[in-house]
């Protein structure tokens, strides 16, 4: 397999056809990849809600969407968003956030995040994932406990939208040999 | 491709064969996967150090290992390492890191990392994202201004260790559907 050439064509996707919904075994198959997704001391801090009941996926769509900043209007076409809540890290790793100033739950999260993505690629699902949102609405309506948060929503479908060339830092930008360059 | 597959054989190698090296080919489309992570706001909040001058390498190993803890002994004998450093991010994603009390640097670190892992182990690599080191001698090995911070070191090579079972949560304990559950 060449995982470039993967990674190259996956995309953050923002049109989705809502007549097609997901089929389950692909979700299962996503949902795997992201259970066995590596994390600190191996902390695991995270609780996947898959939302396809359509009355509570339209409001969950709602409550990422906003009208003053225009942002994520798209996300009532997607059939499955996936809600990560961030639960308490194991001692090790706690002790590890602590001691390093370093908050791992949210590393984790986002490696388990790409899991999901790449996942969904590998199914010829797209998605997007979404980090604006009305927390409390959507803890509201998945009955997350108020000592808990959903840190991010990752929104899945078939896409309808073309690839499009990526805009990414050029290489000379982001790596360097052997020492920091600015 | 079966991404299940390939993520399911994918594992946390902690210990390396230090005479083999890595190729300069493979290092290149690992760090192309990076470099084409997705990221709040496409952000890219980071630069990846390799670090592969024999001494620095040492140097940066030594800062990574704690006798006390006795952790983190191995990674002397990965042939390559990769700093990943947190840069500012863009407007948009400060703003909402700011208004949603999120890190979102933190977890797009967590998403670049994952590319890179994945992209290591499909060629045939072994690789170990470290969380736990002494900053502030990895900051000076490396020339990293004070006011930016190393956030993830991994290490990669030919692994010399079998594949294990994955300890993880079982799927019933990490997954709901359209609602939390304890």
Redesign the interface.
């Known amino acids: 397999?060449?995982?470039?050439e993967?990674?190259?064509s996956?995309q953050?996707d923002r049109a989705f056809d809502p007549s097609r919904p997901v089929e389950k075994e692909k979700l299962d198959?996503i949902?795997?990849?992201?259970?066995?997704?590596?994390s600190?001391c191996?902390s695991?801090p995270?609780?996947?809600?898959?939302?396809?009941?359509p009355d509570?996926k339209n409001n969950i769509a709602d409550a990422t969407a906003n009208r003053i900043l225009s942002i994520n209007h798209f996300t009532k076409q997607a059939p499955v968003h996936i809600i990560i809540?961030e639960e308490q890290a194991n001692i090790s790793a706690g002790f590890?956030s602590w001691v390093?100033n370093?908050?791992?739950p949210?590393?984790?999260?986002?490696?388990a995040?790409?899991?999901i993505?790449?996942?969904a690629?590998?199914?010829g699902l797209g998605s997007c994932?979404l980090?604006?949102f009305n927390?409390k609405k959507i803890k509201d309506l998945?009955?997350?406990?108020s000592s808990?948060r959903p840190?991010?929503d990752i929104v899945i479908g078939y896409s309808v939208q073309e690839l499009r060339d990526?805009?990414?830092?050029k290489?000379e930008d982001?790596?360097?040999?052997?020492?920091?360059k600015k």
Chains 1, 2 share one sequence.
């Open positions: 397999m060449d995982f470039l993967f990674v190259s996956r953050s198959r949902l795997e990849c992201a259970r066995l997704a590596p600190a191996n695991q995270w609780k996947f809600i898959v939302v396809d009941d509570i809540v590890g390093k370093k908050h791992f949210h590393i984790d999260i986002g490696i995040a790409a899991h993505c790449l996942a690629h590998s199914e994932i980090g604006w927390e998945l009955n997350i406990p808990k840190i991010l990526k805009k990414r830092k290489h982001v790596v360097t040999y052997n020492t920091y």
